[in-house]
Each structure stands twice: as C-alpha cells, then as structure tokens.
C-alpha cells in the first residue's frame, strides 16, 4: 500500500508534481500513466525518498520509506535499469545490494537464475545489452522478496521479448498478491498489464479509476459506413437520430446507432453497404483525448496531422 | 510471499528478519563496492609502485651523490628522503581514489539504486567513509613502512641511513675545505653529531601514513561535496598543490604567518627527523597534524551534511 498525499515537487521555478493524492492498492498492477514529462519519475523519486517532496507526504504500509525496518523487505523499485557501476560484475552488484538489507547470500544467485543471467553473472554490466540491464535491475528487485515493486518505464526500449518477459512477470507478481506499480507513457502497454490507472498530466492527477472505468470514460463507440450512396443514407441516418460525419476517404462516422440499426436501415432504404464495422475508441485514443491539454513539450509541424491511433502501439 | 513463479525457478522463502538494516550491513555492502572494481586495484597498486619505486630510485641517487660527496651526509634526513614520493605523489593518488569512492556513485547513477536499498543516508556515508579511512590506512602504513626498508636498503653502504631498531648519528654540519684532487671528492670536514632516535623515525613513518590518510578523506568528502570526479580532483589538487604555490609567491612575512594554516604543511613537517630540519614557520609535527585533521573531519562533516540534504 502506496499512500501520496498531497505531494508538490518543485525544482527551481518549474513544478513537477504539483499536489498529488493517490493511494494504490495491494494485489493488483496499477499504471501510472501520463506524457514524458509530466511528472512520473519524480513522483516515484519521492516515495522511494531519492528526493524530498517540497510539500505532502508520502508513506509506504504508513511509514516513510527510509523508516522501513528492511527497506528491500518492503519495497523493491526500479527506475533506471542503467544506474549500477558498470564495471561491477551483475554478481557483486546484488551482492552489495543484499548486504545493506543482510540478505542472505545465496538468494544473489537464486535472483539471477530467476531473470536468466546466471550465465553472465561474473561479466561487468558494463556489457550488458538493455535488456540483460532490465533484467539485472529486476533481479535487484526481488532480492529482499517484497510485497511492493515500483518500475519506472520497464518496458522501454526493450524487444518483443522482452516486453512479454516483463508483463507476465508484473502479472505474475500481482497474482501472488504483490502491490505492483509500473508507469508508462504508452497506453497500449498498460492494455495488456494494469487493472488500475493512474493518469497525471504536468504533475497534476487527470484520473484515477479502474481500466474498465477509464474506457467507459473515453467518448464511446462510433460505426463506420462505405456505402455508394453516402448522401442519401446520410439523411435517412439523421432522420433516424443518428449523427453522421463524413471523412475525407467518403465512409461515414456514425455514432448514436449500432451496427444492427445502421444495417437494418440500409436495408429498409434499400442502400448497398460497403462495410459496416463498429470503431472503438483505443486506449490510446482515449489516453490522447485525456491528457491532450498537458502535454508538456509539443512539437508543432507545419502540416502534420493529428496524432493517428498508431502511435505508441508498437507493442 | 513465497513463490515467484515466472518461469521454472522458484525463489526460497526468506528467513524473518529482526531489527533494521543498519550499518553493518552497509560497512559489507561498502566493502564489497570497494573490492568489485577495478579502479580501487589500479589506484592501490600505482600508490604501492609510485611509492615504493620512486623512493627505490630517490634513495639510490641519493645514494651515489653520498658517496661522491661525503658533505651531502651532513644533515641528510633518509627518513624523510625515502617518503617524499609516498606523500607527494601518492597522496594524489590515493586522493583520487578518495573522490572516486563517492563520485563514481553519482557518475554511473549507481547512488539512486544505492540509496533505494539502503535509504538512511547517514549510514550510507558513514558506512563509506570507515570502510575508505580503513582500507587507506592499511596500504598507506603498508607503503609508508615499505618505501622506508627499501630506501634505507639503498643507502645502507653509506652510513647514514635511518633506521627503526636503533639510534642513528650523523654528523650536522660539512665545512667545505675546496675541491679535491681530479676524479675525488672535494675535501670537507664533518662537524658535530645530529641525534635520531627510532622513535622519531616511527613518528615520521606512521605520521605520514597518517597525513596521507588524511588527505585522502580530504579527497572523500570534497567528492560528496562536489559530486563530480574531475571537479573533485582537480579541488583537490588545487587545495594540496597549487595554493601552497601560489602562498609561495606573497611577500615573506605574509606567508610565514599564514602556511601553517593550510592542510599541506603537515606533510613537510611530519616525515622530518633530523633537529632543525623542518621549516620553522610552521609548528611541529602533531599540531600541524591536528591543522589537516581539522580540514578532514570539517569537509567530512559539510560533506556528511550535503550528502543527507540533496536530492539523489
């Protein structure tokens, strides 16, 4: 049980997190979603006390984190999978990690088969590919067995893979009851992962609510209709109640009717349809819509167009 | 929270912990980071070498020129000879080791994920700090000590090497009686006897190891200050070698007031052991001592301060 309060980071004249209240549950994976920017790793920083919130509290199973009896007990965070000594072997790495919380020495060795680098477990880290870096870092995290694990972008950068390793392996630690927070700026990765959303957006809280509520939120289903007679069944649509737009390709948008009255209209109007295909609104659209107004840097390119469904589901 | 079962491995359950993390667990995580790199073997290994191997050939000159010119006996301090290498150079290079223990932690990033595990910072510094100040200490006396039998090795033929085990007396003045017959010494008369117990010779060896150790966690602290490795050295160097510099270069009285004050000083007076051998502008050897261990434990102390306050 993670508990924000109130939580204002300001660095210099820029604020980062400005008031955030949030608490995030046990035994499920929340995502802590929001544009680059906008305020997620520094709140991550202040729960796990890298840095000092400038107002609020921050308390994990009601403590602060550095008052945790075994710090690595508790909570195991991985915000950066780059920041270990490079020439330090990915042994000695979590050897020094277990030590600060007298973990017991063989559980080094039993972390790295879990993640798979036994084999490399002599070599410096310095050599090591993001995705063995990943994995280096996860194994650090469960060390000390811990009841919350807190990623900070897990997924970036990261092949197919391991992507996939990595999902299963947040669904498997919530399945055995852990308290799993993992941010992202990606919605479609938290399509797959999380059971609970936290949105931010300039440091402030957009939304939090459940994944199916997030979706619910979003505006909703709408038909697309190809048909050779577009004005004509455009009119019978609007007479039905409907509203329907029509794109530049010449299908139509139609929303406020379902595929069944749209067909059973056509039919009674004696229309040929092309095609008929119900459009939800993707995560990533209603993510789009949500946090549209704070995105932090937008780049403005003459001529381009909107953000199209595509981007971020390179999953 | 037993069983991760992501794949066929199966994680052991832990043992139930009492207590708290605390600094015994990260004077062994301290030291481990100390052992696992290499920069810590290449910094130990150039100090021994630089140390021991410049002293080696220091004292074998300083041989030959005895030998050739029986004058140069008069005076000669084979104590401080021996260590001038050890405590010119190899202060610098243990030095950097001192800055890269804590800047290295913030060049990699390694100090978020060290910080993480271990989250009270104090601990985190003190439980660097004594594994360093050891680790130091022990190859510094090692050096100190070594480069000492070696130099004196070399100089043992002449008759006025220092030694440990018993007192040495060598003549304290030359009177120079003109050059001698082609292809010999100028012809000197030796004059009087300079007394050197071993006790003095032990104060120099330990003192110096000791002033080493000193600037080293000069070097420490100004890394947890300025947190950047380069930065921190060339403070360092600044503060150990180019202000003595530059006091050298202010009207006689002024610096004869103020060098005692800088934390260098005690390295020219601490490895001298010949009466009336040091610079009489500074105090003696233990409280010029005391001037460098106040620079230590004062920057120790911002440091400590600076280390707890900052955001990671």
Known sequence: MIEVRGLTKRYGAKTAVDDLTFSIEPGKVTGFLGPNGAGKTTTMRCILGL???????????????????????????????????????ARNHLLCLAQTNSLPKRRVAEVLELVGLTEVAGKRSKGFSLGMSQRLGIAGTLLGDPKVLMFDEPVNGLDPEGILWIRNLMRAL???????????????EMEHTADHLIVIGRGKLIADCTMSEFIAGSSGASVRVRTPSAEEFVRAITAQGGTAVTDEDGSIEVRGMTTEQLGDLAFSEGIRLHELTTVRASLEEAFMELTASSVEYRADVPGAQQPSTTIGSGV | MA?????????????????????????????????????????????????????????GGESGSLTHNPGNKAGFDGTQVSLIPFFEIGQLIIGVLGALTITSEYSTGMIRTSLTAMPRRGVVYAAKAIVFTCVTLVFSLITSFVAFFVGQAMVASTGVG????????????????????????????????????????????????????????IAFSLGAIIRHTAGAIATVIGLMFII???????????????????????????????????DPHLWSSWPQMIVTACYAVGLLAIGAYMFRKRDA
């Open chain 1, 51 to 89: 840095d000092y919130p400038g107002e609020g509290t921050v308390a994990v199973d009601g403590k602060s984190y550095p008052d945790l009896a075994y710090p690595m007990r508790e909570v195991g965070a991985l915000l950066d999978a780059k920041a270990v000594h490079g020439g330090r072997s």
């Open chain 1, 174 to 188: 919530a399945a055995e009851g852990r308290t799993v927070f993992v941010s992202s700026h990606l919605m479609s």
């Open chain 2, 3 to 59: 069983t991760i079962t992501t794949s066929d491995v199966r994680l052991h359950t832990l043992p139930p912990a009492a207590g708290r993390a605390g600094l015994r667990g990260a004077l062994a995580s301290e030291f481990t980071k100390l052992r696992s790199v290499r920069s810590t073997y290449w910094a130990l290994g150039a100090l021994l070498i630089v140390s021991i191997g410049v002293g080696a050939l220091v004292m």
């Open chain 2, 162 to 217: 220092a030694s440990l085990f018993g007192t040495v007396k060598i003549p304290a003045n030359a009177i120079f009686n003109g050059p001698g017959s082609p292809g010999s010494p100028p012809k000197v008369t030796l004059q009087g006897i300079d007394v050197i117990s071993a006790s003095t010779v032990l104060r120099a060896v330990v003192g110096t190891a000791l002033f080493v150790t000193l600037v080293a966690l």
């Open chain 2, 244 to 278: 003595p510099v530059v006091i050298q270069t202010l009207p006689d009285n002024w610096r004869w007031d103020i060098t005692r004050f800088f934390p260098d000083a005690a390295g020219r007076v601490i490895s001298v052991t010949v009466p009336g051998g040091g």
